[in-house]
């Protein structure tokens, strides 16, 4: 099974743009990357890796990476549940407090933490 | 398995000549513990401060909590596998704890994930380090060092400093010696064949950088589940190599003292059957989450337990792990309760866990992470309040020109750790 990675961190598009097919959706925030990912879904593509990935809360940090399979199957309906229920959370979260904004180091520091979540699943993903 | 845990009652911490135990107080040889840290040439420069119980001191940010331990008999070292130790299967003989210490990492690792320990004001009782005598380390990285590099010479100072200070007690006479005791599965079965078989799901933080936990030195997500005799956890089998949100951080003292197994071995042989402890980690990759829960299940159906309860560390993603849990645990015939803690919005109205399955019908709540708290300012800060805004918690306008802070629970470190080592629930009436 190929891999699909949505994703709006730019670390994590540079490490992987040339390497594994890649959707850039750099200026999306971390709910829209979650609902362009819960579209993909319902087009039959797979969800790979978990979308609350790591324990930084939704509406703490802005990046979100996901990986998903390039094919398109039959419906994924685990995986439907999964990103319905993680869409739900982050609208709980942003309803509470909104995302703040976060000066150039902080934001750094998320990406590296959203790039080193992704990385360890891809490595993980030879069995594929 | 069976060990003698010796526990030596820490009633004071001092600066002294020499790292040492003498009449309840813990002396500490500062240059000592230094020399220790700076054998890293990773580490720039190393601080150790003290912080005693009501004192007027915040400390922030705090990577880890170790509780200084020594094996004096049976066989390895604490830590097994961890900062160049042997690996050896740990868990008999006799360890000495100095209970009532710490040793605290503390500073930046990165700009958020590190909490907050107030040794006295009304924040200091949502957090049982306010009542222990803390050894911080405060550690600044060389210039330019990798987050990785920096995380891992953090927590392996930690690690070595708490070893040095808990060899403080290899010569000490306990105040109190306990005797906990597992013995193998048909054995143990047999001993008690009347009561029920409980086990105990332990789910360790493994997503990656700043989400990680050891297990006899191996990284927790590279493992397939296994069990344990829960002796092996108190010497030190399990170390954290985590910063996730303070609140609900498992710090290395959490693994020594869990209170899961605390409590169960406390009704172990009089209404229960403690048969041990099954280990699984919390990946990100979803075929990990299957192959892991799959796994559990498995030891539950052939260990035949009656029941178990199941600890998870985080929020969203490990809730799914402990949903898979859950219902495989009972598909394989096991009553389950969970533990864990609530993020429900500040109104506590909105759903506590991002996943829930119909199995998951007994939780024991440790309380929830969004309340909102005001710290006031405190005499001295052992690190910085510099990242008091972006740490998991804080907000835009947290920190308040006199020092002190408004912010959620999540801020407090263990504030409502989902083992329960804290003082909030929830009840219902």
Redesign the interface.
């Known amino acids: 099974m190929r891999k699909l990675i949505i994703t709006n961190n730019s670390f994590v598009y540079e490490k992987y743009n040339e390497k594994v097919e890649l959707v850039d959706l750099n200026g999306y925030t971390y709910l829209q990357v979650l609902e362009y990912t819960r579209d993909k879904i319902h087009q039959g593509h797979k969800?790979?890796?978990?979308p609350?990935?790591?324990?930084?809360?939704?509406n703490?940090t802005p990046f979100k990476s996901i990986v998903i399979s390039k094919e398109q199957l039959d419906l994924d309906f685990e995986?439907l549940c999964?990103i319905e229920?993680?869409i739900?959370?982050t609208k709980?979260?942003l309803?509470?407090?909104p995302t703040?904004?976060?000066?150039e180091?902080?934001a750094n520091?998320?990406r590296?933490?959203d790039l080193?979540?992704?990385?360890?699943?891809i490595n993980?993903?030879n069995?594929? | 398995m069976r060990l003698e845990l010796g526990k030596i009652k820490i009633t004071d911490v001092q600066f002294g000549d020499a790292t040492k135990v003498e009449g309840g107080t813990l002396y500490v040889n500062e240059q000592e513990l230094i020399d220790i840290a700076m054998q890293d040439e990773r580490i720039k420069s190393v601080k150790i401060e003290l912080a005693r119980p009501g004192d007027s001191i915040r400390i922030t940010p705090v990577k880890d909590v170790i509780e200084p331990r020594v094996k004096v008999e049976g066989a390895g070292v604490m830590f097994p596998g961890m900062v160049g130790n042997k690996v050896k299967t740990v868990g008999t003989g006799r360890t000495h704890a100095l209970v009532g210490s710490t040793v605290i990492t503390c500073g930046k690792i990165v700009g958020f994930q590190e909490g907050v320990i107030d040794m006295s004001g009304p924040i200091a009782k949502y957090c049982p380090f306010s009542e222990t005598y803390n050894v911080c380390v405060v550690i600044t990285p060389q210039e330019g060092l990798g987050t990785h590099a920096y995380e891992a010479a953090a927590r392996e100072a930690g690690l070595k400093i708490a070893t040095a200070v808990g060899e403080a007690g290899r010569n000490v006479e306990p105040d109190e010696v306990v005797v906990y005791e597992t013995k193998p599965l048909l054995e143990q079965v047999n001993e008690y064949p009347d009561l029920p078989k409980i086990g105990y799901i332990h789910m360790l933080q493994s997503q990656g950088l700043l989400h990680d936990t050891y297990y006899y030195g191996v990284d927790a997500k590279e493992i397939v589940p296994t069990f344990m005799y829960p002796t092996e956890i108190m010497d030190g089998a399990i170390t954290s190599g985590n910063c996730v949100a303070p609140c609900d951080k498992v710090t290395t003292f959490h693994h020594l003292n869990n209170p899961v197994i605390e409590d169960l071995y406390k009704r172990h042989g009089k209404d229960l059957n403690f048969v041990g402890v099954i280990l699984t980690n919390e990946n990100v990759f979803l075929a990990d989450k299957e192959r892991s829960s799959d796994m559990v299940g498995k030891f539950v159906e052939f260990l035949g337990l009656d029941g178990v309860l199941i600890t998870e560390e985080g929020y969203g993603n490990p809730d799914t792990d402990l949903m898979m849990n859950c219902k495989k645990a009972t598909d394989a015939g096991a009553k389950v309760v969970l533990i864990t803690d609530e993020f429900p919005g500040r109104d506590g109205k909105s759903q506590s866990l991002a996943d829930a399955k119909p199995e998951a019908d007994a939780l024991v709540s440790c309380g929830q992470g969004n309340i909102i708290l005001n710290f006031p300012p405190m005499d001295k800060v052992i690190g910085m309040l510099d990242y008091i805004e972006s740490q998991i918690g804080g907000y835009e306008g947290s920190l308040k020109p006199d020092g002190s802070i408004e912010g959620e629970l999540q801020l407090v470190i263990a504030g409502t750790i989902a083992n329960g080592y804290n003082k909030l629930a929830a009840r219902t009436y």
């Not at chain 1, 080193?116 to 699943?121: F, I, K, P, Y």
């Open positions: 969800l790979l890796t978990h609350l990935s790591g324990s930084v809360k939704p703490e995986g999964i229920d993680s739900a959370s709980k979260f309803e509470n407090r703040p904004r976060c000066g180091k902080i520091d998320f590296l933490i080193s979540l992704t990385e360890n699943a993980k993903m069995g594929l």
